[in-house]
């Protein structure tokens, strides 16, 4: 069973992207076949991914009106099974006829277009949303309206926020100015839906750096379809980056003994560089992170290995923190200077729950009723199926892969996340102060998710490793390419997901009524702001628009005290304390 789908790594301290090449392929021209074979699967699952939001914006639709919205989403259906058909049968065929080298060029190529696929199902849904309005999810209100008067403020010359990371802001000012001038809305629109539609290539092609093909998809499709938010990609993206990123860190501190000097130096200022980047994006994550990460790197250090494999783990992380705090200078050096000013007040429904539940969220547009429960019951002491799935997952990964590099990322993320949520909540009547900790549920759902995923990997390799001593010394006949079939399989099934899960998403995103509290109002405020030429969206509630506003460097908010939101002022004092703003 040397194919078997589960391909359980050689290494016990890591989980490598690939197998050793045999010495008789080695040289100049293996080097040369490896390279291209990853150029080609970066390239087939960002192109998918972004053709297919293309694509998308050319179906024709009225997406302010329900019916007009599901057509559009039945269409993105069938357009992406045109695309994976053809290809999930050529994987399929061969697992059954092709050679071993072809199959896994196959599988890893039909992996990345499967990444790419399901968030450009979502991309391509919210292409559909925003038919007919050159204006981004959230036209000049909320989180967008901050964004583009950080970016106006920008190029006028003011110079960055003083806390809000400013990558994003950067990068949708030199987008305006050189693709939209004059246009900030718009060249949000066009950031939105690339950002959407790369999102699960980057986070798959991230997970490829540990781990193989079938099971990078595993972890990076459905986490990258559930964080995925249109309004404000960057953010998630940053997240679900930065757990390979650190799982790839603690794998070379792991390997770091067989590393030269310069080696070390160089991985190290490379990791670090992208650690600045992604600090730059949204630093939030690393800030929940960091103790869990601090204790991670601490276990992995070699200490007992030498004063010349220490020499190398210093090289290595040194080289990490000194390019980090080079890339990330900008935030860094403001958050010194600002950090104690920076506090947040704004409570919405998701802090008014139970602190302890993880498994799903509402934001403050959620649409739920307000007659159904939330959290939803489980049938365990409140724990739902999905919960107790997702902890046993954690039981075997701790049990199995507590050595792995990669599952001590998971766990520094969770460890990290999981404290410090419990101490910004817990101090927040006392502080005033909610310290955005209800997004801490993202980065521990994605590390429990991350876990169950590396859970079955192992313990399918174990199966493996156990099932070949047992037939050491007696044939067994299975099916033959069983390994091969299995993989396939799962390829296929994992295609079935990313459309389903996409097609979830991008309807979340259709415009609906104000009146209704969803996630569909930042697509209809879109359709209510002018065009360039004063005319409306041709699909514009009521055939009428305003005209946009200037936008002003926004401003810090002055409140003292907790701003308790999605409740009504009769329930402010029940829920927050104190007298409601009119009263």
Avoid at 53 to 59: K, L, S, Y
Avoid at 68 to 87: D, E, H, N, Y
Avoid at 164 to 171: I, W
Wanted: charged share 15%; hydrophobic share 50%; glycine share 10%.
């Amino acid at each position: 069973m040397a194919d078997v789908a589960t391909e359980a790594p050689d290494d016990p301290q890591a989980f490598p992207a690939e197998p050793a090449a045999p010495a008789v392929r080695g040289g100049a021209r293996a080097h040369y076949r490896r390279l291209l074979a990853a150029g080609a699967e970066a390239a087939v699952a960002l192109g998918v991914g972004v053709a297919f939001m293309v694509w998308a914006r050319n179906i024709h639709v009225d997406p302010l009106i329900r019916i007009g919205q599901v057509s559009g989403l039945a269409k993105l259906q069938f357009r992406a099974a045109l695309l994976a058909l053809p290809l999930l049968a050529v994987v399929l065929y061969a697992a059954h006829r092709s050679d071993h080298r072809r199959f896994r060029l196959l599988l890893r190529l039909g992996c990345a277009a499967v990444a790419g696929l399901g968030t450009g199902i979502v991309a391509g849904g919210i292409a559909v949303a925003l038919r007919g309005t050159p204006w981004g999810l959230g036209g000049q209100d909320g989180d967008p309206a901050t964004l583009q008067g950080y970016a106006e403020s920008f190029l006028r010359g003011e110079g960055l926020p003083d806390l809000y990371p400013p990558g994003f802001v950067v990068l949708l000012a030199e987008w305006t100015k050189y693709l939209r001038p004059g246009h900030v809305g718009y060249a949000l629109k066009d950031l939105q839906l690339l950002l959407s539609a790369v999102f699960g290539p980057l986070c798959y092609l991230a997970w490829r750096s540990l781990l193989r093909p079938a099971w990078a998809l595993a972890v990076a499709l459905p986490a990258a379809i559930l964080f995925l938010d249109p309004i404000r990609p960057y953010s998630h993206l940053v997240m679900v980056l930065m757990l390979p990123l650190l799982g790839r860190l603690l794998t070379e501190l792991s390997r770091v003994r067989a590393l030269s000097i310069p080696s070390a130096l160089l991985r190290g200022v490379a990791l670090g560089a992208a650690f600045g980047l992604l600090f730059l994006g949204y630093s939030g994550w690393f800030v929940w992170s960091a103790p869990g990460a601090l204790v991670g790197i601490l276990a992995l250090v070699p200490w007992r290995h030498g004063r010349s494999a220490l020499a190398r783990a210093g090289v290595l992380l040194g080289g990490t923190a000194l390019a980090a705090g080079l890339v990330g200078a900008p935030l860094l050096l403001r958050m010194a200077q600002h950090g104690a000013a920076a506090v947040d007040r704004y409570a919405y429904f998701d802090v008014y729950i139970d602190p302890a539940y993880v498994m799903g969220w509402r934001y403050d547009r959620s649409g739920w009723p307000a007659s159904w429960a939330w959290p939803p019951p489980g049938e365990l002491a409140g724990q739902g199926t999905f919960t107790l799935l997702v902890l046993a997952g954690l039981a075997l990964a701790l049990a199995l892969g507590l050595r792995r590099p990669a599952v001590v990322a998971a766990l520094s993320c969770l460890a990290g996340a999981w404290v410090l949520r419990f101490w910004f909540a817990g101090h927040m009547q006392r502080d005033q102060a909610v310290m955005l900790y209800p997004r801490t549920t993202w980065l521990i759902l994605y590390a429990l998710i991350t876990l169950t995923v590396l859970a079955a990997m192992l313990l399918s390799g174990g199966v493996q490793a156990a099932w070949q001593r047992l037939t050491a010394r007696q044939a067994v006949r299975l099916p033959r390419f069983l390994g091969r079939r299995l993989a396939a399989g799962s390829l296929c099934g994992l295609a079935v997901f990313g459309a389903m899960a996409g097609s979830w998403s991008a309807n979340r995103y259709m415009p609906s009524d104000p009146a209704k509290g969803d996630m569909g109002l930042d697509a209809w405020r879109s359709h209510t702001l002018e065009r360039a030429d004063g005319s409306c969206s041709p699909y514009a509630p009521g055939h009428t628009c305003t005209a946009p506003h200037e936008l002003w460097r926004p401003q810090d908010s002055k409140d003292v005290r907790i701003w308790c939101g999605n409740v009504p002022y009769t329930s402010w004092t029940e829920y927050c304390g104190g007298k409601p703003p009119a009263g």
